[in-house]
């Protein structure tokens, strides 16, 4: 039962999400690189099911029903959560903290769950890998884990609203002026940039219902990242990667922009700073080309 | 929504309205970008109030759901609207706005608002209304209600018919399961639909996505 047992790794069950094993596989690859290389075991999670957030617009039950089974699949194999997904890691958050604080929101939902051999307890937490990377893994073993520092990198971040907002049910960070990614990027010997706006949202949950408004404030956020000078822009969410990378040849020729720029999950910087190859971080399966990244860091790499 | 429409008609009418506004396509001109073609503008939101429209137990109503408790506390500052994302590029949506109708008790108008389907959930302005009213969420309880009058925008019927055939809101095409395990990584877990279905039918979440809302 218990994993953590005989081993100085420590074991997270991995929750996937939807969007993640859809479309959005080098932020699974690189973080699952990076994560053994600091100790942290993964544990596959069977049975798991959405995290509710995508009918929440339809349903509030049904999503607290889901976010809720998913729970106490992680209580089941007595194992904390690690979520990629900050839409699927709010929500989890948010119903856990709300069903361990309720009694009568608790019996609610376990009066269906029943119905399926389930019922919350309240044993387990649940967290985004930048909450895993701050609270857990800790600044200090990340550098240490850093072989290649990225000094002659420059870098911006889009942390994506859910890691931090709303507030009191996420409680992560300062959705006003956020930090951990900023921290988390700086470790990795890149400079931070920042730029007019950085926490604003990019507006891909509306993407479904209409696309205009979200390549619009995509495009927006891309002037900003583009006249502050970053040469990449880091984020921690399969769908506002998608919004800037997947989309960014779409936004150029829509808004008769020139972009390039190449848009890294997290883990990839990380990973490059830890000295893995950009073949081990799918680098290639970014939209965006990322070879002017690749080639500074593998210059610094030559001229060691 | 025209309001000489006969009532009945009001519970179909949105929804095809809804499909019909948001069938978008690249290929649109650019002069077209910032305008949805939702059937309510701001202006007319508020205008020609009929005495019949008011509905004074809907703020009560939105009152009683996790989330809506502090609905009636707006004071109207505005904040919500004016730090709202999708705010800035749209000409209609205007979260303040559907606050303030909810609290005079338009509940058709706002039920019926194309735009209520626009939120972001980015919980901006729950986060920045001095007022603690949970934005979002009441944008959230007012799909929920217009949900159950039988609104349901398409996009929405598919993730959630999805979640239930798959287990996760998107059907993962075989050839990128395959090209999982070739790239490294571990097999997709397994997933349990059928505990979802029953799920979904005790709360009956299946016969809303069926639309018999
Ligand atoms: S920010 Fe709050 S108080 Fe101000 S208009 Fe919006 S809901 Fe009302
Ligand atoms: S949650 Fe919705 S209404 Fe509020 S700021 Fe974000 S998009 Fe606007």
Known sequence: MDVNKDSNQKAWLLFLGCAVPYRVSSYEISTRKVLAELDIKLVEMPEYNCCGLPIDPIDHEMMLILAARNLTLAEEKGLNLVVLCPGCAGTLRKVNKKLKESKMLREKINSYLKETGREFKGTIEAKHLLQLLIEDVGLEKIRSAVKKPLFNLQVSEHMGCHVTRPTGAVDFDNPENPEALKKLIEVTGAKYVDYIDKSACCGAPIAGVNDKIPLQLTKEKLIHVKDAGAQALITVCPFCHMMFDTNQPRIERMFNETFKIPVLHYPQLLGLAMGFSSEELNLKGLRVDPTPIISQVSDRAEGK | ?213
Not at chain 2, 20 to 37: G, N, V
Not at chain 2, 45 to 51: L, N, Q, V
Not at chain 2, 61 to 75: D, T
Not at chain 2, 101 to 115: E, F, N, P, Q, Y
Request: hydrophobic share 30%; proline share 6%.
């Open chain 2, 1 to 213: 929504m025209s309001e000489s429409k006969p009532r009945q008609k009001e519970k179909v009418e949105p929804e095809r309205e809804f499909t019909k506004a948001t069938s978008t396509s690249s290929e649109e001109p650019l002069s077209d970008m910032t305008k949805d073609k939702t059937s309510e503008r701001r202006g007319s939101e508020t205008a020609s109030i009929k005495a019949h429209e008011f509905d004074p137990h809907f703020k009560h109503e939105i009152s009683n759901f996790h989330g809506g408790e502090k609905l009636k506390q707006c004071f109207q500052c505005g904040t919500c609207t004016s730090d709202c994302p999708i705010a800035r590029f749209s000409d209609s949506y205007r979260p303040r706005s559907l606050i303030r109708m909810a609290l005079l008790g338009l509940k058709d108008r706002v039920l019926s608002s194309d735009t209520l389907w626009l939120c972001a959930a980015c919980f901006t302005c729950t986060d920045r209304c001095p007022q603690d009213v949970e934005v979002a969420s009441v944008i959230r309880i007012f799909r929920n209600i217009a949900v159950k009058r039988g609104v349901i925008p398409q996009i929405f019927k598919e993730l959630g018919s999805n979640i239930l055939e798959n287990g996760i809101a998107y059907k993962i095409p075989e050839l990128r399961l395959k090209k999982r395990e070739q790239t490294g990584l571990p097999p997709l877990p397994k997933r349990n639909p059928k505990a979802l279905e029953k799920l979904a039918k005790e709360t009956g979440f299946l016969k809303k996505l069926k639309g018999s809302g």
